[in-house]
């Protein structure tokens, strides 16, 4: 907008030696009265703004928490499916449990960059929140703002603090069914398979604390999304 009002202003003066004061003044008036909002309005970001990114952070991490519940239990179908009795290659449901346990790998990675996301994401909402409520002079409103953000950054560590509690069993989970996979890729016949189910029994066990884990990690995420959404009715 600068660069115009430049080239304009510059066009105006050719010729006349000088730039006339209605040019200047006229620039300077657009500047303050209409330009000026969109010209600042990148230097910095508000507490809204910062609200926003924290809440669109958390969705998307519901979002992961979604697709690695799911993702876990097509994993155990394709392994469970291994052991089933009946005549076939092994190969085959063999394969797709590898292409399943790929998926899963995957996931649990996103989700704790998505995880990391969130957490800073939050911080950024939560220390902006702090500098700006500071600027308030009615001592009264500073203090519930205080203790309204006081409250909400409380309910916000709690997921954080959730996650990490459920990447500390899902890691392992993840570590044993590779163990399975390599195990049982290095031996894949019938008595390979029978020497694996007592460890395929443990995985089916781990993996219902993984998913009850995230499970309530995801319901606490819901309610912290509720408590931040600017949604009326909530």
């Given at each position: 907008m600068m660069k115009h009002i430049g080239k304009w202003a510059k066009r105006n003066s050719q010729g006349k030696?000088?730039?006339?004061?209605n040019v200047v003044g006229f620039a300077t008036l657009f500047i303050i009265m209409g330009g000026a909002p969109a010209f600042f309005s990148g230097c910095a970001t508000t507490g809204p703004e910062k609200r926003q990114?924290?809440?669109?952070s958390i969705e998307e991490f519901h979002k992961e928490l979604s697709k690695n519940l799911n993702q876990i239990a097509e994993t155990l179908?394709?392994?469970?499916?291994?052991?089933?009795?009946?005549?076939?290659?092994?190969?085959?449901?063999?394969?797709?449990?590898?292409?399943?346990?790929?998926?899963?790998?995957?996931?649990?990675?996103?989700?704790?960059?998505?995880?990391?996301?969130?957490a800073t994401k939050g911080r950024e909402y939560f220390d902006t929140w702090e500098k700006e409520s500071s600027g308030i002079m009615n001592s009264e409103l500073r203090a519930k703002g205080s203790e309204r953000r006081g409250e909400l950054n409380k309910t916000f560590q709690r997921i954080?603090?959730?996650?990490?509690?459920?990447?500390?069993?899902?890691?392992?989970?993840?570590?044993?069914?590779?163990?399975?996979?390599?195990?049982l890729g290095n031996d894949l016949t019938t008595r390979g398979m029978v020497s694996m189910k007592p460890y395929i029994t443990k995985?089916?066990?781990?993996?219902?604390?993984?998913?009850?884990?995230?499970?309530?990690?995801?319901?606490?995420?819901?309610?912290v999304t509720n408590a931040l959404s600017s949604r009326v009715g909530l």
């Open positions: 030696g000088v730039i006339s004061w990114k924290a809440v669109s179908a394709a392994l469970n499916q291994i052991g089933q009795p009946g005549e076939g290659d092994l190969y085959k449901p063999y394969h797709n449990f590898v292409k399943q346990l790929n998926r899963t790998t995957d996931n649990s990675r996103s989700m704790s960059k998505h995880a990391e996301a969130m954080t603090s959730l996650a990490q509690e459920v990447q500390m069993t899902y890691q392992p989970f993840i570590i044993d069914l590779t163990d399975i996979k390599t195990a995985a089916n066990e781990n993996a219902k604390i993984v998913m009850t884990k995230l499970q309530a990690l995801a319901d606490e995420v819901d309610r």
